[in-house]
């Protein structure tokens, strides 16, 4: 019967649903058999006290007063918490909050401040170039054109190639074989590009494009293996997901993100602290009809800008290989319930059907953002000889840069603030894109249409709307098309739909740096602000609002898709809140059942349970070492027991082996320890007649969130 049990349920535990309905343990759910520590423990599992009342309302189906009391006494609570655990991590140890941070943030983010610091720096060494080669960088006497020109072009083919191919090869082999595959090609690009030469200064030229579209390639994959191994890791491992993976996912793959704002930042003090080691104060040195600056200096700060993050590279790949080996565990337990292996086309032709619209919302919203965000990069010289005159720009780079720092400071100030308000139930993705997308519209639209005015006269308002659109840009769709993209799809091909999305992005920024090349400053103000409209118009119809929606939900109903039968799932992930106006208008929100989900939620944890114990079973009769990965407390397991269908099974008698050995087994509800952190209990005493020794042994499973790794501890 355990064998005809385990070939009726189909899908897989956690959260599966039965593939054909028949399941005897799922015919009939007998709630009132539950007792009120039985009814305690389910309560705590399934409705959690961050995203449901006492009343077991989910927060998105409260009246709006009601939800604002309640998503305030959360996050007031959380934030408490959070302070409390700062303190006493600052008690113990003044820099273990730098420890944590460098831990979650900054190398979870190492790939995209090398990215970072690597793109920008290509586009601060041009201008130097063309002061050192004027008759290659500036009347193209000596250099092809066209190549000069291509630069631009190559390095970001080189990035669509990446995201579209590591993309696919990370939901193909793996997310940790994509993110060791990239550290190598970057690493080897950096080489090339420091190394690159030629016999003639065109032959130099042709070496650097070529050299950046492989570096590109590398940088186009850490995309889609960055935004997906953050999320994922992001999630527990165990059936129940976590309080950290509901109230901070997004600040956790942010919070990576951002780094690409510390590379350019980093890129540019590296360039400035290089110019003047090797050309003193740093100006200009020939007069008229000689080079601006010496090109034995120019050579040393292009070489060493490229040198210096190829080390921190190397320790990327070192990092990538023996300490990531997990990497790739959600997508492999993904893969191993639907029974695929390699590429897992199926679910590549349902996303496409059944999301759709979502994919037109992430390549549609991020191809409008990078017009914005590198037609700011690139108009940035132009906006700089506005202020302080187009003479003294053109000769002395260094101003450029300097008034480039004012320019990431502010990046950096809307990076953090997304990362602060992202998971934010009454702002998070959708609103901060929208907002972001409305803002940048607006600040582009005033000047366009009285350029001379503002970049003559009113050159302090000019300054704050440029500001202003930069820190909209990074506090909106910059950051939050990188985590969409991770977020609203499936796992089998999470990778696949961020590196399409990202392409999408890329071919924005190609779109600004092909027309920027042929119009002039004040036609630029024109044609930007429409793509931010765009952007508004397409986030606002065609993507979901995944703010506060548990990622095992939506891993839930993908389940019920893969398996034909999407009508019979009643769950959050449907709930209207967490749906789009485009997905809305077919009515898919009319399934939702919060009392139906509920039953349908205890009873897919009979199947898990029931599955626990035909492989404890089997593993028995094997002789196999029982590996008790399974986190049932006692209540559960005496209520699964009680109330399911034996027919002298003999899962049922290893059921209550695994019940006997669990003989004192209490469950605790939410309280703190002594670092601070809200857990959940499971004591377990068990007796054991081979080892008196270990008799009476307690041991505590405790379930934690917060500044450090949610993890599941034994404690004895």
């Known amino acids: 019967m355990a064998d005809q049990s385990m070939r009726d349920y189909g899908l897989a535990a956690p959260h599966g649903p039965n593939a054909t309905g028949q399941h005897v343990a799922t015919a009939q759910p007998n709630f009132a058999d539950m007792n009120p520590n039985e009814s305690d423990v389910f309560r705590q599992l399934l409705l959690p006290d961050d995203s449901y009342d006492a009343d077991g309302t989910y927060w998105a189906d409260m009246k709006l007063a009601r939800r604002f009391q309640f998503v305030s006494k959360v996050d007031n609570a959380e934030a408490a918490r959070e302070l409390k655990v700062i303190g006493s991590m600052i008690k113990a140890d003044p820099l273990s909050p730098v420890g944590w941070y460098m831990r979650n943030a900054v190398i979870p983010g190492m790939g995209l401040l090398l990215e970072g610091y690597v793109l920008f720096s290509v586009g601060n060494v041009k201008p130097l170039l063309a002061l050192a080669f004027p008759n290659c960088w500036g009347s193209f006497k000596v250099c092809d054109k066209t190549w000069t020109q291509s630069l631009d072009y190559l390095e970001i083919l080189g990035i669509i190639v990446g995201q579209i191919l590591v993309g696919i090869i990370g939901d193909w082999l793996g997310r940790r074989w994509g993110l060791i595959q990239d550290a190598v090609i970057m690493f080897v690009g950096l080489l090339m590009l420091t190394a690159s030469w030629g016999v003639t200064l065109n032959g130099w030229v042709i070496c650097y494009a070529w050299s950046l579209f492989f570096y590109g390639i590398g940088v186009g994959g850490e995309y889609p293996m960055t935004a997906t191994s953050g999320m994922e890791n992001a999630v527990g491992a165990g059936k129940i997901s976590t309080r950290e993976d509901r109230l901070h996912r997004g600040r956790k793959v942010v919070s990576a993100f951002l780094m690409q704002g ?75 319930k639907q029974h695929v292996t390699g590429y897992d086309v199926a679910s590549l032709k349902l996303t496409v059907k059944h999301f759709g619209g979502r994919l037109l919302a992430t390549a549609g919203g991020w191809y409008a953002n990078d017009v914005f965000f590198y037609g700011n990069k690139l108009f940035s010289g132009s906006f700089i000889q506005a202020i302080v005159g187009g003479q003294a720009a053109k000769n002395d780079i260094m101003i450029t840069w300097l008034y480039n720092l004012i320019n990431i400071g502010c990046e950096l100030a809307g990076y953090y603030l997304a990362s602060f308000l992202v998971d934010n139930k009454f702002y998070g993705r959708k609103w901060m894109q929208f907002w972001g997308f409305i803002a940048d519209f607006i600040l582009f639209t005033i000047p366009a249409f009285s350029y001379t005015y503002y970049s003559t006269e009113a050159i302090s308002t000019f300054q704050a709307m440029y500001y202003l659109s930069t820190f909209f840009n990074q506090f909106g769709p910059n950051c939050t098309t990188f985590l969409v993209a991770a977020e609203v799809f499936p796992t089998p091909v999470r990778a696949s739909a961020h590196g399409f999305s990202a392409a999408w992005g890329k071919l924005g920024a190609l779109t600004a740096a ?34 506060g929606l548990d990622l095992k939900e939506q891993e839930r109903r993908w389940a019920y898709i893969r398996a034909g039968r999407e009508n019979e799932y009643h769950g959050v992930a449907i709930h209207p809140r967490h749906l789009s ?136």
């Open 581 to 716: 106006w485009w997905e809305m208008l077919f009515g898919i929100h009319k399934n939702y059942n919060a009392e139906l989900d509920y039953q349908q939620r205890v009873e897919e944890m009979r199947a898990d349970w029931e599955s626990a114990m035909a492989r404890r079973a089997e593993e028995k009769d094997d002789n196999k070492e029982n590996e008790l990965d399974d986190d049932w407390s006692a209540e559960v397991s005496t209520f699964f027991e009680r109330t399911r269908t034996h027919n002298g099974n003999g899962a049922a008698n290893d059921a209550n082996a695994y019940n006997d050995e669990k003989v004192a087994d209490s469950y605790s509800p939410a309280s703190s320890d002594t670092n601070g952190h809200n857990t959940n209990q499971y004591t377990s005493t068990s007796t054991s007649a081979q080892h008196p020794a270990t008799s009476n042994t307690q041991t505590t499973y405790t379930y934690s969130s917060g500044p450090q790794d949610s993890s599941v501890a034994p404690r004895e």
């Open 514 to 547: 092909v027309a920027f090349n042929y119009i002039d400053p004040q036609t630029r103000f024109y044609m930007v602000p429409w793509f931010g409209l765009a952007g508004a118009v397409l986030t606002l119809i065609f993507l979901p609002d995944t703010t």
């Open 262 to 336: 510390w590379g350019q930042l980093l890129n540019q003090v590296v360039l400035i602290l290089a110019l003047l080691a090797f050309n003193g104060k740093g100006g200009p040195t020939y007069n008229s009809g000689h080079p601006l600056y010496r090109r034995f200096t120019v050579q040393w700060v292009y070489r060493v800008s490229f040198a210096i993050p190829a080390i921190g590279t190397l320790w990327l790949v070192y990092y990538r290989i023996y300490k990531m080996r997990s990497a790739s565990k959600q997508l492999q337990l993904a893969k191993k």
